[in-house]
Nanobody, 113 residues
């Protein structure tokens, strides 16, 4: 059973930085992050493949940086956090060969004014 374990969420002040990590129990071509607030659809933050391709959600690239530590880890560096960045951040992992997609349980990020 594949598991994605997220870490690094928490409570920060407006303008501060926070880093998220996700470790998988298997190898994945594409890993990344999505976020969701109650009542809204889950939205793309950023994904990165082991082949170097990176995708960012709308307006995410300005302050967020996604990176990989290999085929089993993905990181998200978040700078200049704003109140509207408050959300549950989910790790996502995708195997191209099998088309399998997995989700982590989510980690809460809360930005205070």
């Amino acid at each position: 059973q594949v598991q994605l374990v997220e870490s690094g969420g928490g409570l920060v002040q407006n303008g501060e930085s926070l880093n998220l990590s996700c470790a998988a129990t298997g190898d994945f071509d594409i890993m990344g992050w999505y976020r969701q607030v109650p009542g809204k659809q889950r939205e793309l933050v950023a994904t990165k493949s082991v082949y170097g391709k990176t995708d960012y959600g709308k307006s995410m690239q300005d302050r967020f940086t996604v990176s990989r530590g290999g085929a089993r880890t993905v990181y998200l560096e978040m700078k200049s956090l704003r109140i509207d960045d408050t959300a549950v951040y989910f790790c996502n992992a995708h195997q191209l060969f099998t088309s399998n997609v997995y989700w982590g349980q989510g980690t809460q990020v809360a930005v205070l004014p």
